[in-house]
């Protein structure tokens, strides 16, 4: 007789608990229906994903996974803070709506700042200077702002000294107390490097007297950003982001408590920036292992333990979003923007879905606000601290994804820290490679881009928005998921205003639209991310009317699109019609197997397949077009 708990509910008490080796051996059943014999731990280490930084995520993870490792993940509020900086969490108030800002027009730029304030934003982040309005015009921005309920952060590059002396005089100018400031004045000079190449002769020294001010002065008010931005934004994994921002931030620390300001102060005057991408346990666990990372290294300098909470600021990023199909970013940036929530992040900024395209209109800042406002408002988010923890993933993630970015860590750190690593080329270089390596997953579109690799619009009417102020250059590049394809389509755009119409590629289809509207849609699908139109009209063609659709198409190039048994009955002749018609090249789409020398001798010059490199192929095809 089954004995019931007092609460009556018995869950899955009656059933037995299934072991790891019973799960392994379902999973070993069905690898060998596709004909891989393995099992036992092969089985299931054959189910495993390979992540950037030698990172692993497994199929199953249970108790037996929690990592031995880790220092436990402790409380929310408490040392390591791996499961936030505040007790509260966000439970309180949700994390901080921070709206980005880069008009160049101060009134135009005043009224977005308005709009955003009566409408959810909790924070702003100015660019100043050469990014955004002059530093001249920052009264005439904040006209109207209530500065002591409004926290501020400046981006103002080489300028931030005029930028931070100009805000601390408004807010001294409209009367508020100076103990209720909050925000970051956003010194950040090893950024300037980063992005630029160039150093400013005394810009540390200026940082380090803007942190003893505030220290001394503004207990809300933070002197100093360490942005990790420019190295995801050139490529850097999440490990090496999180390096570069170790390294930066004890570089600060070195550098403060030189001028005079004790541990503690200085770990006060610090707030870090991190990007969140819509892969978001790799977010939850970047934003987690950030604060166990930064907890460490300021206790092994001696700061006390609350000082030891790492500030934090998430930026969803801009490397994910695409210039084509741009209403996919609402979607990328929200998953984004959740991680970074259900992450811990403190305040977290949504970049506007037409962010690649130039300044943004009121339209995207208002859905940017608005999806933290759903997340906050309506998900409840906020209101549950640390959800992730106790996940035997993320838990495993978060301590996987430490243990790189410290390894990282320490080697900038033997190359002479953060500055010297910029200025060496180090970091360049090991950036450069990374991206070299995600370059090649993107172009075989074994990481797909909606919209762009994969489900492209050729019809769509472009968005376009006015020209952004420049930004910074000469530094470190700035790299985008969709780079590769976005050349290839401009090179089609420029080939529709110059004649009229887009290149294009005939699907020769064979037999029935059973055995070729897979391959046929694969085909479409691969040369659309091109800028190539395909045209499958008729539906299906052979030997004797092959030729004279293909020339009624008006395209240059042709693809075969079948089965492998119609392929075997009559590609060969029907290859041999598209090229005496004059097609510049005939693709096939599929893997050819043994006939592979009939089908060349035939006039098949390439076969387009799955894990292809997709990149490759169009841009070949966009040459022999004569496509500039």
Not at 86 to 115: C, F, I, K, M, Y
Not at 154 to 161: K, V, Y
Request: with cysteine; net charge negative; glycine share 10%.
């Amino acid at each position: 007789m089954t004995v019931l708990p007092e609460d009556g509910l018995s869950l899955a008490a009656e059933f037995p608990d299934p072991t790891r080796e019973q799960w392994q051996g379902l999973v070993a059943g069905v690898l060998r229906k596709s004909g891989r014999d393995l099992t036992g731990p092969a089985a299931e280490d054959a189910l495993a994903t390979a992540l950037q930084d030698g990172l692993v995520t497994r199929p199953l993870y249970t108790a037996d996974d929690a990592p031995a490792s880790a220092p436990g993940a402790g409380y929310p509020g408490f040392a390591p803070y791996t499961r936030g900086g505040r007790a509260e969490g966000g439970a309180v108030s949700g994390w901080d709506v921070r709206q980005r800002h880069t008009g160049t027009d101060p009134a135009r730029v005043n009224e977005a700042v308005l709009a955003d304030l009566e409408n959810g934003v909790t924070s702003l982040w100015l660019a100043l200077g050469g990014s955004g309005v002059p530093v001249e015009a920052l009264p005439a921005v904040l006209d109207g702002v209530y500065l002591d309920l409004a926290p501020l952060a400046l981006d103002a590059g080489e300028e931030f000294g005029p930028a931070a002396r100009a805000l601390l005089r408004l807010h001294d100018e409209r009367g508020v107390a100076r103990d209720a400031v909050r925000g970051t004045l956003g010194a950040d000079p090893v950024g300037v490097l980063a992005r630029t190449g160039r150093e400013e002769a005394g810009a540390t020294g200026t940082a380090a007297e803007l942190a003893a001010l505030c220290a001394r002065e503004y207990p809300g008010l933070r002197a100093v950003a360490v942005d990790a931005l420019p190295y995801h934004e050139a490529g850097a994994s999440d490990a090496q982001e999180l390096g570069c921002s170790l390294a930066t931030g004890v570089g600060w620390l070195r550098d403060l408590t030189a001028a005079g300001l004790s541990v503690e102060e200085a770990c006060g005057q610090l707030e870090f920036r991190y990007a969140a991408t819509a892969d978001q346990f790799l977010t939850i666990a970047k934003l987690r292992a950030a604060r166990r990372l930064w907890a460490r290294v300021a206790e092994v300098c001696g700061a006390p333990a609350p000082a030891a909470a790492q500030r934090q600021h998430a930026v969803t990023s801009s490397v994910m979003m695409t210039r084509r199909d741009p209403w996919v970013n609402m979607l990328r940036t929200t998953v984004a923007s959740l991680a970074a929530g259900l992450g811990g992040a403190d305040s977290v900024t949504v970049l506007p879905f037409d962010h690649p395209l130039g300044l943004s209109d009121a339209f995207a800042r208002r859905i940017a606000r608005n999806t933290s406002t759903i997340l906050l408002e309506e998900s409840h988010l906020g209101r549950v601290i640390d959800p992730a923890g106790g996940s035997w993933y993320v838990e495993s993630l978060t301590d996987a994804l430490a243990h790189a970015a410290w390894d990282w860590f320490q080697e900038i750190e033997r190359a002479g820290g953060q500055r010297a690593a910029l200025r060496s080329g180090l970091i360049g270089e090991r950036l450069a490679a990374t991206w070299r390596e995600r370059s090649a997953k993107l172009a075989t579109r074994r990481e797909p881009i909606t919209g762009v690799s994969e489900f492209p619009q050729l019809g769509q009417v472009p968005v376009v928005r006015e020209t952004a102020p420049p930004a910074p250059a000469g530094g470190l590049p700035s790299v985008h998921r969709d780079d590769a394809y976005e050349a290839l389509r401009a090179r089609s755009d420029a080939h529709l205003a110059a004649t009229g119409a887009r290149p294009r590629v005939f699907l020769a289809a064979l037999g029935p639209a059973a055995a070729h509207t897979a391959r046929a849609a694969f085909a479409a699908g691969l040369f659309q991310a091109g800028g190539i139109e395909p045209v499958h009209d008729p539906v299906s063609v052979d030997a004797a009317t092959a030729a004279d659709a293909f020339t009624r198409s008006g395209a240059a190039v042709a693809c075969l699109c079948s089965s492998d048994a119609l392929y075997a009955e009559g590609a060969a002749p029907v290859a041999e019609a598209l090229k005496s018609a004059g097609a510049q090249r005939v693709f096939l789409a599929g893997r050819p197997g043994d006939l592979r020398e009939t089908y060349l001798q035939a006039g098949v010059d390439e076969f387009v397949v799955a894990g292809g490199d997709a990149v490759a192929v169009l841009t070949s095809v966009l040459d022999r077009m004569g496509v500039a």
